[in-house]
């Protein structure tokens, strides 16, 4: 499917994209901050995640955003990353300009008040312990992270290192991280349904258009050194059986080598047919479960692969098997099992684009990538990979000496 689209750029920098499809009568807006917590100081995790709570407390002259959706029978939500914030909302096509007013007051400047700022701090440490700290392995990857990052701020999650940090966040803190990032210069705009671009640039420049150009202030984000042998670090927890978690370090998503490294994840272990299932979990139980996947990071990256293992087997066991079946796809990895694999990958980015909600997303997040037409090509990068890419790229990154492992074993009374 073939996606239409026109680009346009306000004078204060905002990136504007629009695709018609008339077929439809609602409207999906997406609006891409280019913030996420890469963009923090080592001092100050956890500050995007909260942002995305902050921008739905109130801004300059509404007071209460979710209102005004619900009026217009829209739906709204927002994520962070490591990389972006992403705020996006469906509602009628005629219910736009609504949607323009809210979105642009919210840029323009939030409504800056410490009752605010109490009520999102206490949401977010609440959402920090429950999917962090009192989950079972909900802190695997606060463990994991600084161990496979050592200078990068990757080496955080999105939630923030602590909750003292969030904790300990001003008002001060707040408007200078807003009035640095949350710039129409530092966004982008994607309208996406049963609309016309000429009214779409004329309301954006109604409503955005007025918004000052900001300066926006980055610290430094240090590239990570290579890696050259294995790291290990074992936590204790109350969990109820043993997990292991081996990270990679692969390229930054968009570079040529990430799709064969993106590609690896899926050849070993997507769905119950795959080599890692089918190995350690049918033939030799050494596992009750297996997973590999990218997180497709916008700088160098992860692909990781992780097991929970059966009651009564060792991670010895489990390491010998994994090692030996890793060993067998570096040399038995067939054409078909690929071919498999692409045309998963084919029939799962079709299917996205049947929604105007997905081709915003996509189209917001291929123009912070720097080609917003990637929508219609990115699938070709998977495409013509061949074995000889994959084989080169899993010797080039499936190794021990570019590995971190995570051992979380049970606590012991």
Request: glycine share 4%.
């Amino acid at each position: 499917m073939h996606i239409d689209f026109t680009t346009h750029t306000l004078s204060n920098g905002l990136r504007i994209l629009v695709h018609e499809d008339p077929t439809v009568a609602k409207v999906a807006v997406d609006i891409m901050y280019r913030v996420g917590a890469r963009d923090e100081q080592t001092n100050r995790t956890g500050m995007a995640h909260l942002f995305e709570h902050l921008m739905f407390g109130g801004s300059k002259n509404i007071p209460n955003y979710d209102e005004h959706v619900q009026r217009i029978g829209g739906e709204n939500n927002a994520f962070t990353s490591n990389d972006l914030t992403n705020y996006y909302i469906t509602c009628p096509a005629a219910q736009l300009e609504t949607v323009f007013w809210l979105e642009s007051d919210r840029m323009l400047e939030l409504d800056f008040s410490q009752k605010s700022l109490d009520v999102q701090i206490s949401v977010v440490c609440e959402e920090f312990k429950q999917r962090y700290l009192n989950q079972p392995y909900g802190d695997a990857w606060l463990h994991l992270r600084p161990l496979h990052y050592k200078v990068h701020p990757y080496r955080w999650m999105t939630i923030g290192q602590t909750l003292e940090q969030i904790e300990a966040v001003t008002l001060e803190v707040v408007r200078e991280f807003f009035f640095s990032f949350y710039a129409p210069n530092n966004a982008t705009l994607v309208v996406a349904g049963g609309i016309q671009t000429d009214e779409v640039l004329r309301l954006a420049e109604k409503w955005f258009g007025p918004i000052a150009r900001r300066l926006t202030l980055r610290p430094d984000r240090p590239a990570e050194p290579r890696q050259t042998e294995a790291r290990s670090l074992t936590v204790e927890g109350n969990v109820p059986h043993t997990a292991i978690y081996k990270a990679y370090h692969i390229p930054a998503r968009g570079d040529d080598e990430y799709y064969s490294a993106d590609l690896i994840t899926d050849l070993l272990a997507n769905g119950k047919a795959s080599r890692l299932y089918k190995q350690m979990v049918q033939n030799t139980n050494v596992a009750t479960r297996v997973a590999a996947y990218s997180w497709g990071l916008y700088d160098p990256g992860i692909i990781t692969i992780e097991g929970r293992l059966t009651p009564g087997r060792s991670i010895d066991e489990f390491e010998k098997e994994l090692a030996a079946e890793l060993e067998r796809f570096r040399m038995e990895c067939s054409n078909d099992e690929l071919s498999r694999v692409k045309t998963k990958a084919e029939a799962t980015e079709a299917f996205e684009k049947t929604t105007v909600s997905n081709r915003a997303m996509m189209l917001a997040t291929y123009d912070y990538l720097g080609d917003p037409n990637l929508i219609n090509t990115n699938i070709d990068n998977y495409l013509k990979q061949t074995i000889t890419d994959i084989q080169l790229s899993f010797d080039r990154y499936v190794q021990a000496s570019n590995c971190s492992t995570l051992y979380y074993i049970p606590e012991t009374i």
